[in-house]
């Protein structure tokens, strides 16, 4: 599942995506490293406070390697067609 770094050893590289552990927390959070620090969408950790963190890239993912937005699907402009249960289309 990756290998696992101590923060007091290394750093991941900036704006890497990756799992990390604050604390003595047992589960990890998954993020970013920018400006020095690891955030999450909704926090930032300085990298005193993280004691272990792992690379997402080899880290499988249903929507593909690492996990990160930039591997999802961009939206189109174009209105999509979906298709509702009794098999009639319509335009949203």
């Known amino acids: 599942m990756g290998i696992w770094f101590a923060t007091a050893h290394a750093l991941p590289c900036e704006d890497e995506a990756v799992r990390f552990v604050v604390g003595e927390r047992s589960v990890p959070l998954h993020g970013q490293f920018h400006d020095g620090a690891f955030a999450t969408r909704w926090w930032r950790y300085a990298a005193h406070e993280v004691c272990n963190w792992c690379a997402l890239g080899a880290v499988p993912s249903p929507h593909g390697i690492g ?26």
């Open 67 to 92: 996990g990160t937005e930039r591997n999802l699907p961009q939206p189109t402009a174009s209105p999509r067609v979906f298709t509702d249960m009794l098999g009639a289309e319509r335009q949203t």
